[in-house]
């Protein structure tokens, strides 16, 4: 089995050689490549997404990845930056399914902002479509306004549009991952407003009627946002779209204490995944060795189980974690009166050593 392991920028590079030794660890046989990716591809290449790194990952069985973007880039054309590197290679492998599992482990219940008993034993998911929506929708750009209320102006646009096929897709993904779980999924959308979202909820609930055994609601995305924060354990699988499970995402993963500890997997049809953590490249903390690697070892655990058919591996991985975060081990993202305080080398040691 082929890895394809993408680094990228910032934390990147740390997180990803702690996945990478776990994965050694296991005493398979992997073939992991290594590739640039990012602004790290547009220093070695001359593009985030180089040729040789696109092959590479197309070629592989699954790709660990790490995360892409600086502000240094910033400046660059809107092609060349690092964030293209992700949304390309979701774009061209497929990866249209998103699964970002929110959970809250026992011992980081106090890393929480939200009170414990808001939190623990919290696990939800999140299904968000990837491929489309106004991240992808044409057209998009700045042009001179010629009509609206400032005509003669600049003004920026983008479109939001989803076809009945790219919803019925995720739609399967969810209510197949709810059977597998407490069997209810809430569909997030903007129906009051958006056509898109009016379409959106019509095929959700048509293909909600081929899995009787699950239970659909909808909720417009400005409450499903209030709830997350109110009643978090009220939510099994959530599925949405491209933008609103970017934002969701981000706030399901503080409930759990640090966006540091999320994995997630990103798939095609036939389950090739792209995995990383749900972070990004943080370059703040970038090579200070400080970086919670745990996303990204669970963001491997999650390929062994999605895309390399090896569940019971994936079980080991996350045993160990939960091993080592009872034993007290935290790095600074999840730190708690008197734990372990570690650095990333650290807590990749104290994992591997659990396993
Ligand atoms: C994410 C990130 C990306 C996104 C960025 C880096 C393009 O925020 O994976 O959630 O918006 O999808
Ligand atoms: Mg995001």
């Known amino acids: 089995m082929k890895i394809a392991v993408l680094p990228g920028d910032g934390i990147g590079p740390e997180i990803v050689t702690e996945a990478v030794n776990v994965l050694n660890a296991l005493g398979e046989s992997f073939e992991m490549e290594t590739a640039p990716v990012g602004g790290a591809g547009y220093e070695a290449k001359g593009h ?9 990952a197309k070629e592989a069985d699954a790709i660990l990845f790490g995360a892409v973007g600086d502000w240094k880039y910033d400046a660059l054309a809107r092609e060349l930056r690092p964030e293209q590197a992700i949304l390309g290679l979701r774009k061209h492998l497929s ?38 929506d106004i991240y992808f ?14 005509p003669g102006t600049r003004e920026g646009f983008d479109t939001m549009r989803y076809s009945e ?30 056509e898109t979202s ?23 995305v400005d409450n499903a946002a209030m709830q997350l924060v109110k009643a978090p354990k009220a939510f099994d699988v959530v599925v949405t779209g491209n933008l609103f499970g970017d934002i969701l995402s981000d706030e399901a993963a503080m409930l759990t204490g640090s966006i540091g500890m999320l994995p997630s997997a990103s798939l095609d049809k036939n389950n ?20 919670n690697p745990l996303a990204t070892i669970l963001s491997a655990a999650m390929m062994l189980r999605y895309s390399l058919g090896k569940a019971d591996q994936a079980d080991r991985i996350e045993q160990a974690v939960q091993k080592v975060l009872a034993q007290g081990y935290r790095t600074g993202d999840i730190k708690t009166e008197g734990c372990k305080l570690v650095g ?3 807590m990749g040691e104290a994992v591997l050593k659990a396993l």
């Not at 999924?185 to 903007?190: A, G, I, L, Q, R």
């Not at 090739?272 to 970086?291: N, Q, R």
Request: glycine residues 8%; neutral net charge.
């Open 272 to 291: 090739k995944g792209l995995y990383e953590p749900s972070h990004g490249s943080a370059p703040d903390i970038a090579g200070k060795g400080v970086a």
């Open 198 to 220: 009016q379409l959106w909820k019509e095929v959700m609930t048509r293909i909600g009627k081929e899995y009787p055994d699950v239970e659909l609601s909808h909720m417009y």
């Open 48 to 56: 985030p997404l180089p040729e040789d790194t696109l092959k590479l």
């Open 137 to 150: 929708g044409s057209p998009k750009g700045i042009r001179t306004a010629t009509d609206g209320l400032f």
């Open 95 to 132: 990866l249209f399914a998103n699964l970002r599992p929110a959970i809250c482990y026992p011992e980081l219940t106090e890393a929480s902002s939200l009170k414990p008993e808001i939190v623990a034993g919290l696990n939800i998911l999140i299904v968000r479509e990837l491929n489309g």
């Open 344 to 346: 990333t080398r650290e």
């Open 165 to 194: 096929p790219e919803v019925e897709r995720i739609a399967h993904v969810a209510f197949q991952a709810a059977q597998k779980r407490d069997k209810r999924v809430c569909s997030v959308d903007k129906a009051n407003v958006l």
